[in-house]
Every structure is written in structure tokens, then in C-alpha cells.
């Protein structure tokens, strides 16, 4: 089978995705990680759950020390707050302030439009394939993580 670069076109795209991403988030002073990381806070706090960091940790892949000092960039510019847990001073949960919460809702309508310009070069049939390929690729590479965006 002829070798059609299909790795270096993902990647490719990814890279070009990325730069967006950071030029983004450049104007509010944070990555798309600690971006990924409030957005995961939103998420669990609206489903009723409580949030720590060790929460945090896994979802975004990152050492305790990255986490800790992810949390506190965050929480200096004023997008969330961590406070003690009743009866164990060691566990803090975090909770979005305000400016977190609009911050947030900013970056779901830029992704809206990323994905409608994604969508318009595809038809209906083509986004149901790519999607079905695209997790088999996802599955193939890391089977035992389950896809959680």
C-alpha cells in the first residue's frame, strides 16, 4: 500500500488548529490547556459535581507541580477560586468566578464558528464519516482512554 501521509496531514492540521487556539487565548493571557482546564471545571460544576485537583490532573494529563501551578496562574487572573474542603484542609475545590464563566461561554462560540467552518467543507453524510473515522483512528491509538471531549 502506497504510503499517502496521512500522520503528517493530521498533524499538519493540528499545528495550524494549534496556532489558532494559542492566538486566541494570547489575548487573555492563558494556554488552551489552562483553557481545557476551566472548560472541564464548567463542565463538572454544572453537572453538580465537585471539582479538586487531582480531577484536573488527569483530565489534562499533567503532573501535580503543572496542575498546582496551572491553577494558580488561573486563579491570579482572577478565572476561578480553590477553597478548602469541609473537614480536610488538604482537598480544595475549584469553582469558576464570573470572569471565568463569560471567558468560557467566549471561547464556546469561537468554537462554534471553528466547527461551522469545519462543517461547511463537508456534507452531511461526509461529517458522519469523518467523525466514525476519526474515532477509530482515536481508538486504534489509544484504546484504553475513553473520549471525553
Known amino acids: 500500500m502506497e504510503n499517502k501521509r496521512l500522520f503528517g496531514r493530521i498533524c499538519c492540521l493540528q499545528r495550524h488548529m494549534s496556532r489558532e487556539n494559542n492566538f486566541l487565548f494570547a489575548g487573555y493571557g492563558i494556554t488552551p490547556v489552562q483553557m481545557d482546564a476551566l472548560v472541564f471545571v464548567l463542565r463538572r460544576t454544572r453537572q453538580g459535581e465537585k471539582v479538586c485537583q487531582k480531577d484536573i490532573e488527569k483530565h489534562v494529563n499533567l503532573r501535580a507541580s503543572s496542575v498546582s ?3 494558580t496562574t488561573l486563579e491570579k487572573k482572577g478565572y476561578l477560586v480553590r477553597n478548602v474542603a469541609d473537614g480536610d484542609a488538604r482537598t480544595k475545590y475549584i469553582t469558576l468566578t464570573e470572569k471565568g464563566n463569560v471567558l468560557c461561554e467566549e471561547k464556546k462560540l469561537y468554537m462554534e464558528k471553528c466547527d461551522a467552518l469545519v462543517q461547511s467543507a463537508l456534507t452531511e453524510e461526509e461529517q ?3 467523525i466514525t473515522l476519526l474515532n477509530k483512528i482515536m ?3 489509544n484504546p484504553e482512554k475513553e473520549d471525553t471531549k
Do not use: K, P, V
Request: glycine share 12%; proline share 0%.
Open 128 to 130: 458522519e464519516t469523518f
Open 139 to 141: 481508538s486504534g491509538i
Open 69 to 71: 501551578t496551572l491553577l
